[in-house]
Antibody, heavy 123, light 107 residues
Framework: QVQLQESGPGLVKPSETLSLTCTVS????????WSWIRQPPGKGLEWIGY???????NYNPSLKSRVTISVDTSKNQFSLKLSSVTAADTAVYYC?????????????????WGRGTLVTVSS | DIQMTQSPSSLSASVGDRVTITCRAS??????FNWYQQKPGKAPNLLIY???SLQSGVPSRFSGSGSGTDFTLTISNLQPEDFATYYC?????????FGQGTKVEIK
């Protein structure tokens, strides 16, 4: 079955760029939207953005100036870059697949999640 | 942004109980609405999508209802594995937002 796995540094210094990759195994990255979601320790979930396999993106406006999400279909991977990080960006970062139901009134939801990776921002 | 407000924030219940969690959206979102379950140290898991559609593999004791601004998740016959935190989420407009979570604890 399809599985997602996040990878990347667990520690990032303030003002630097956080970079994570999500590898999709057991299925193709094509024909889906792929998303990043984060969860600060002990807190709730925040949607960061998504990328379509074609490369088109949609970001949370609160993070848009610092976020880039990209896809590499040849490697079956998609990636997150978050620049100018601060301690407030410390969180567990999840990658997830976005399922879409319907055509004219498409309903979207996260039907498959990676296990998550903790990224700590600290000097 | 559309605010999603869950109630209660936490509740205590016993095995076999019927549990109801509500989520209210700050504006109408039709049925662009989903429920997730999260256990400690684990990723969230989709339970209900489009307000009332049960995700494949999810036990039938979970059910969802509502449209517009008010939504409900019901767990009938609560099982030990159901003690977790539940989140609602809207995908009506950017940014997609989650509720603050409802923690279901053992009484």
């Amino acid at each position: 079955q399809v599985q997602l796995q996040e990878s990347g540094p667990g520690l990032v210094k303030p003002s630097e760029t956080l970079s994570l990759t999500c590898t999709v195994s057991g299925g193709s990255i094509s024909s889906y939207y792929w998303s990043w979601i984060r969860q600060p320790p002990g807190k709730g979930l925040e949607w960061i953005g998504y990328v379509y396999y074609s490369g088109s993106t949609n970001y949370n406006p609160s993070l848009k100036s610092r976020v880039t999400i990209s896809v590499d279909t040849s490697k079956n991977q998609f990636s997150l870059k978050l620049s100018s990080v601060t301690a407030a960006d410390t969180a567990v970062y999840y990658c997830a697949r976005v399922a879409v139901v319907g055509v004219t009134s498409a309903i979207q939801y996260f039907d498959l999640w990676g296990r998550g990776t903790l990224v700590t921002v600290s000097s | 942004d559309i605010q999603m407000t869950q109630s209660p924030s936490s509740l205590s219940a016993s095995v076999g109980d019927r549990v109801t969690i509500t989520c209210r959206a700050s504006q109408s979102i039709s049925i662009y609405f989903n429920w997730y379950q999260q256990k400690p140290g684990k990723a969230p898991n989709l339970l209900i999508y489009a307000a009332s559609s049960l995700q494949s593999g999810v036990p039938s004791r979970f059910s969802g209802s509502g449209s517009g601004t008010d939504f409900t998740l019901t767990i009938s016959n609560l099982q030990p594995e159901d003690f977790a935190t539940y989140y609602c989420q809207q995908s009506y407009s950017n940014p997609w937002t989650f509720g603050q979570g409802t923690k279901v604890e053992i009484k």
